[in-house]
């Protein structure tokens, strides 16, 4: 079973950074796709960035383009999401995410952003962000 670690929420002003980690263990962080995903109460999980760990591809939502970078800290086995201008309408949980093995997303043209195909996520942290 993979475990997602999920860290570096908190409450921070808009026009604010914060940036969160997801860290995993050396087998499951190798060559495969890992996504952030957030979600606030009575709305659907948004996928709003993707990176291959293999070779540092990166996708995003247009809500977070030119905001938010997801990368790699290879040396920990771990994704980071680094987010900037923070507006009111981030706050949400915010989850890290990976698929199974099985699915082979080595042979994706990129990684996606529909939560279907991920069946790892940590447990979550919670951005807030105030006006």
């Known amino acids: 079973q993979v475990q997602l670690v999920e860290s570096g929420g908190g409450s921070m002003q808009a026009g604010g950074s914060l940036r969160l980690s997801c860290r995993t263990s050396r087998d499951a962080f190798s060559n495969t796709c890992m996504a952030w995903f957030r979600q606030t109460p009575g709305k659907e999980r948004e996928g709003i960035a993707t990176?291959?760990?293999?070779?540092?591809?990166?996708r995003y939502a247009d809500s977070v383009k030119g905001r938010f970078t997801i990368g790699r800290d290879v040396t920990n086995n771990a994704v980071y999401l680094q987010m900037n201008n923070l507006k009111p309408e981030d706050g949400a949980m915010y989850y890290c995410?990976?698929?199974?093995?099985?699915?082979?997303?080595?042979?994706?043209?990129?990684?996606?952003?529909?939560?279907?195909?991920?069946?790892?996520w940590g447990q979550g942290t919670q951005v807030t962000v105030s006006s």
């Open positions: 990176v291959y760990t293999g070779n540092g591809l990166t």
């Open positions: 995410a990976a698929p199974a093995r099985r699915r082979n997303s080595g042979r994706w043209s990129e990684c996606p952003l529909y939560a279907g195909v991920y069946d790892y």
